[in-house]
Nanobody
Framework: QVQVAESGGGLVQAGGSLRLSCVTS????????VAWHRQAPGKERELVAL???????TYADSAKGRFTISKDTAKNTVYLQMNSLKPEDTAVYYC????????????WGQGTQVTVSS
């Protein structure tokens, strides 16, 4: 089993920044990818960014140039630094872990609310 727990959400004005944290625990040797997803009201959940075990990253087009995903292996923590936030970034942000050999994310956090005011 793997556990993930997000923190760092909040209310910020447009143009501001937030840093989200995802603390992971459990069978971390099985984890291949840790990803940030988000879900806005009335919309489907979407991938924002992910980081693989080899530190390679992938970003959604909406996140490129504004968001940065990184990890601190010693702290078992993955971060999402969000800059130049826009009202359309308002959503619940979820951290999820994907194990080797799996095709779907089996481990999800409870989510953290990010609200960007205009």
């Amino acid at each position: 089993q793997v556990q993930v727990a997000e923190s760092g959400g909040g209310l910020v004005q447009a143009g501001g920044s937030l840093r989200l944290s995802c603390v992971t625990s459990g069978r971390l040797f099985q984890v291949y990818v840790v990803a940030w997803h988000r879900q806005a009201p009335g919309k489907e959940r979407e991938l924002v960014a992910l980081i693989r075990r080899d530190d390679s990253t992938t970003y959604a087009d909406s996140a490129k140039g504004r968001f940065t995903i990184s990890k601190d292996t010693a702290k078992n923590t993955v971060y999402l630094q969000m800059n130049s936030l826009k009202p359309e970034d308002t959503a619940v942000y979820y951290c999820a872990a994907l194990e080797y050999g799996r095709m779907q994310y089996d481990y999800w956090g409870q989510g953290t609310q990010v609200t960007v005011s205009s």
